[in-house]
Each structure stands twice: as structure tokens, then as C-alpha cells.
T-cell receptor
């Protein structure tokens, strides 16, 4: 079964602190994608990253970095030197990408989300 | 590329009326579209998967007669909430996948901006 667990429901930090959002996933597929999305109060999903299951390289993009550990089925997200504008709900998601998935390719399984609040 | 437009972004309707939400792929052929629902402070849950030219597949617990999905063309899917009630108030968001394009891109779905429905 596919499952994404974000154990942290809410996190509060003060500006300039580093913060890590945890994500643990379960899947039987060997080919899959992992995503992080940011959802500000307006509601739209802002795409942050997509990582495929064959690429375990960590990635850094500005103040954002992602740590993919296949051995522990985790895909954690770190924001360095957090800012007030980072306040939002962050979702981790899984998409199974095996070709035999057919018409369900592209379906995302979301975690429950982590509400991040950054105080000035 | 890969732009999905969802309309309207918000709607308020009276209880008992029907509301139609449109999801359009602007620069690709959306062979598959997904409709998700998000209640306040909850995660996004898949409601149904629609493939162009065929009937939508609904997730368990989602009433197909209440949430009518039409995917009549490769660029447009509509979700109609029939006889809406206050408990249908939610954030509805679609995603679309290009199943025609070759390569890795055709395994990923792209999100619209979402529609916030309030039933009074």
C-alpha cells in the first residue's frame, strides 16, 4: 500500500532558524517519484521539488535542501535561515511511476501536511 | 509548458444548487485528470480519476451521482457538484497528465490553482 507520513503537524520557529520537515513513505513500486509542495493560505499548491526513486543525490536550491534516504524511506526537507514568507503548509507526496500503472500514472498520495509558522 | 488552469478560483453558492468547476490543460493534451478535495486543515484526498473519452473512476466513499465528472476533450475536464450542501464546502483541485508525450514527462501530473467552494 502507498502511504506518506508527515509526523509533524505543526512547527513554529523564529526567523533565521533552520527547520527540517520530515517525510516517510511506503510503496511497493520500485519506480516512483517524491514531491514537496508548499501551500500558502491562498490554497494553490506551489511545486518545490520532484525526485525520482533512482536518484538519491541530495539537492540544494537556495535556502531549501532535500535529503532522500531510500534505506529509511525518507525524504526530508530543510529550510535554512527561515523567513516569515516561508510560513505555509508543506505537503510531501508520492507518485508511483511504473508503466503498468496505466491510467493512474500521475496520481499523488499526500501526507497530512506540516503547518510551518515562522515568527519575526 | 504544462500549465493547468482551473476556474473559478472561488465560488459561493446556495444550498441545493449545482456548481461546475473547470480544469483546462493549456499547452498539452491531458489524457488523464485527477480531482482532489481538501477539507480545512486536512490533506488532499483523491476523489476521482478521469480519462478522456471514458467514465471517471471514483474513489471509495465518493458519490458519483453527486460529483459528476466529464472529460469530453483532451484539454478540459469538469467537476459538477450537484445539489450542493454546506458539508460539500471544501477546496477542490485538479491535476492533469499528458499521457501522449514520450519520456518522463508523461508520468507527472500538474496542478491547477484550485477552487474554494462555499455552500451557504
Amino acid at each position: 500500500a502507498q502511504k506518506v507520513t508527515q509526523a509533524q503537524t505543526e512547527i513554529s520557529v523564529v526567523e533565521k532558524e533552520d527547520v527540517t520537515l520530515d517525510c516517510v513513505y511506503e510503496t511497493r513500486d520500485t519506480t516512483y517519484y517524491l514531491f514537496w509542495y508548499k501551500q500558502p493560505p491562498s490554497g494553490e499548491l506551489v511545486f518545490l521539488i520532484r525526485r525520482n526513486s533512482f536518484d538519491e543525490q541530495n539537492e540544494i536550491s537556495g535556502r531549501y535542501s532535500w535529503n532522500f534516504q531510500k534505506s529509511t524511506s525518507s525524504f526530508n526537507f530543510t529550510i535554512t535561515a527561515s523567513q516569515v514568507v516561508d510560513s505555509a503548509v508543506y505537503f510531501c507526496a508520492l507518485s508511483e511511476a511504473s508503466r503498468d500503472r496505466g491510467s493512474t500514472l500521475g496520481r499523488l498520495y499526500f501526507g497530512r501536511g506540516t503547518q510551518l509558522t515562522v515568527w519575526p | 509548458g504544462a500549465v493547468v488552469s482551473q476556474h473559478p478560483s472561488w465560488v459561493i453558492c446556495k444550498s441545493g444548487t449545482s456548481v461546475k468547476i473547470e480544469c483546462r490543460s493549456l499547452d498539452f493534451q491531458a489524457t488523464t485528470m485527477f480531482w482532489y478535495r481538501q477539507f480545512p486543515k486536512q490533506s488532499l484526498m483523491l476523489m476521482a480519476t478521469s480519462n478522456e473519452g471514458s467514465k471517471a473512476t471514483y474513489e471509495q466513499g465518493v458519490e458519483k451521482d453527486k460529483f459528476l465528472i466529464n472529460h469530453a476533450s483532451l484539454t478540459l475536464s469538469t467537476l459538477t457538484v450537484t445539489s450542493a450542501h454546506p458539508e460539500d464546502s471544501s477546496f477542490y483541485i485538479c491535476s492533469a497528465r499528458d499521457g501522449v508525450r514520450q519520456g518522463a514527462m508523461n508520468t507527472e501530473a500538474f496542478f491547477g490553482q484550485g477552487t474554494r467552494l462555499t455552500v451557504v
